[in-house]
């Protein structure tokens, strides 16, 4: 069964470093998607991204985050200064069409910001 | 904007009880509903959604979750769990505003005594 796929598995870095998240969504989706959690809080939205375009992004989706499809199967997340509260658990993930479509995720990528 | 509430934070069963989970929304318009499991280091997975029709969705191993849209809930269900039961359940909304936007409710941990 297809799977969407994340590395590193674990990243720890310093504060105010650079980092990039990778993902390989699911090849035949269209859609494609960030979300966060912090240790002991709910898993929330960041951002969707179709077309090579952001569709929609939340509030915690500022200046210092981006994201990119650079080639056909990969999709990053980057932060470009980290700080102590991006300290979180990364998914991304993909869905073949639009709203109300099943999200795949993948297994997360442990981000600490030390 | 929607929240999403699931009152059990953890709850622990011996095999063969039944299990409900309770899962409430906020948002009056026309949403798309899910439950996602995450079982020990594995992905987050679909176990069910509704988008329209039948209120009472049946999913993979078991599993059920019944929509009242008066009570704004959307409660899982399994007469019947198994110690392989044992995961994090995660109930989520899609808004009809909120493109394809899942808002995650804080999580249920269940753990499933043999």
């Known amino acids: 069964e297809p799977e969407v796929t994340q590395t590193p598995s674990h990243q720890v870095t310093q504060m105010g470093q650079e980092v990039i998240l990778r993902c390989v969504p699911i090849s035949n989706h269209l859609y494609f998607y960030w979300y966060r959690q912090i240790l002991g809080q709910k898993v929330e939205f960041l951002v969707s991204f179709y077309n090579n375009e952001i569709s929609e992004k939340s509030e915690i989706f500022d200046d210092q985050f981006s994201v990119e499809r650079p080639d056909g199967s990969n999709f990053t997340l980057k932060i470009r200064s980290t700080k102590l509260e991006d300290s979180a658990m990364y998914f991304c993930?993909?869905?073949?069409?639009?709203?109300?479509?099943?999200?795949?995720f993948g297994p997360g990528t442990r981000l600490t910001v030390l | 904007a929607q929240s999403v509430s699931q009152h059990n934070h953890h709850v622990i069963l011996s095999e063969a009880a039944s299990l409900e989970l309770g899962c409430n929304y906020s948002?009056?318009?026309?949403?798309?509903l899910f439950w996602y499991v995450q079982y020990p280091g594995q992905h987050l997975q679909l176990l069910l959604k509704y988008f329209s029709g039948d209120p009472l969705v049946k999913g993979i191993k078991g599993f059920e979750a019944e929509f009242i849209k008066s009570k704004f809930s959307f409660n899982l269900r399994k007469p019947s769990v198994q110690w392989s039961d044992t995961a994090e359940y995660f109930c989520a909304v899609n808004a009809d505003n909120a493109g394809n936007m899942l808002t995650f409710g804080g999580g249920t941990r269940l753990m499933v005594k043999p």
């Open positions: 948002y009056g318009g026309t949403v798309n």
């Open positions: 993930a993909s869905s073949e069409l639009w709203q109300g479509d099943e999200q795949f």
